[in-house]
């Protein structure tokens, strides 16, 4: 226990020297690491802090409200609440390429908390939630860049606050023991990671609302089955891609159908450094995969990614 309470004393103190008489909007993003990062900011400053959720429209069923409730039922913490989808949809459209997906993403985000911060709070510094990890597969520690994390790469040069990482040396496992101990659900704390440029990077190439839509219909039934199986704490992430530009033939009754595949990804990981694919029990699979090609339209097929990281990394793009 002393090991976490003074990994946030060390927290608090950084953030506070870090803020001095500033004030701080932070980027939530419904994951654990940025809801500890403000956990741990509104310790260090109180009510100078502004958390802002950013609805992306790329997040996953039931997403956007459990976040609003959470933050409005459990922390005293002023939190604003931007629709954005449709600028996202707007900017990616005709946008394949993985890496330029993330930029984007990553811009837009960082130009709406500007707005934001601009228009309802006159902020001085960013709070976001990268972790270690993030920093080192984002090469800002010199080595070569894997794919540009939104909370770090994909910044652009001119932003206008101070950005401030309490738990930039962190790994998941520390930062879900600081959550709990800072007073956060632990059925929060114990969810899955989810990539800051979302469900974008679970669509291959072009995004659009309809595709994120088939996309949040498959996680849904995936997230639905592994907890029903009372699987989903032992894994690291259980989710679905869509490989919208790989169709193949099936057969629906009479009918011949050409559609798209749905790519099943379940890893077991300590840090997501590595990870290995997780030998889920067949029927768990059988199940999954008749209930997405039943349920969800325009699917005729499901694959399951039996690749470890590496050589594979984690998510698709
Ligand atoms: P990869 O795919 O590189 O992912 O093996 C490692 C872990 O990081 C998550 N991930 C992200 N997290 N911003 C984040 O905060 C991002 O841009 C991002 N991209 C990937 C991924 O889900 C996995 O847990």
Redesign the pocket.
């Known amino acids: 226990r002393w090991t976490s309470f003074s990994i946030i004393e060390q927290a608090i103190a950084e953030v506070r020297s870090t803020v001095g008489d500033g004030r701080a909007i932070c980027a939530l993003?419904g994951?654990v690491?940025s809801t500890v990062a403000a956990a741990l900011t509104a310790e260090a400053i109180g009510d100078r802090l502004t958390c802002v959720f950013v609805d992306t429209g790329l997040l996953r069923s039931g997403e956007a409200e459990q976040v609003e409730h959470l933050f409005r039922s459990q922390f005293d913490i002023e939190l604003i609440v931007v629709d954005a989808a449709d600028r996202f949809f707007d900017a990616l459209a005709g946008v394949t390429d993985p890496e330029a997906k993330?930029k984007i993403?990553?811009e837009l985000f960082i130009r709406i908390f500007e707005e934001t911060a601009a228009s309802k709070t006159n902020a001085t510094h960013l709070v976001q939630?990268?972790?270690y990890?993030?920093i080192v597969?984002s090469g800002s520690d010199g080595s070569a860049t894997?794919?540009?994390?939104?909370?770090?790469?994909?910044l652009p040069d001119d932003v206008a606050f101070t950005i401030v990482e309490p738990l930039r040396r962190l790994f998941?496992d520390e930062v879900r023991r600081i959550g709990v101990e800072l007073g956060i659900p632990e059925s929060f704390v114990w969810r899955?990671?989810?990539?800051?440029?979302g469900i974008a990077?679970r669509v291959l190439g072009e995004v659009t609302a309809e595709r994120v839509e088939t996309v949040r219909r498959a996680d849904r039934i995936v997230q639905d089955e592994l907890d029903e199986a009372g699987l989903s704490r032992s894994l690291?992430?259980a989710?679905a891609v869509l490989a919208p530009g790989l169709r193949s033939v099936g057969v629906s009754g009479d009918a011949r159908t050409y559609d798209a595949p749905v790519i099943v990804r379940a890893v077991e990981?300590e840090d997501?450094?590595t990870?290995d694919w997780a030998r889920l029990p067949w029927e768990v699979l059988d199940r999954i995969s008749r209930r997405i090609v039943n349920e969800v339209p325009g699917v005729n097929r499901v694959v399951y990614d039996v690749t470890s990281?590496p050589p594979?990394?984690?998510?698709?793009?």
């Open positions: 993003s994951g690491d993330r993403i990553g939630g990268t972790l990890p993030d597969e894997i794919k540009s994390h939104h909370n770090v790469g994909g998941k899955q990671p989810f990539p800051g440029p990077v690291w992430q989710f990981s997501a450094m990870a990281k594979g990394t984690i998510e698709w793009e």
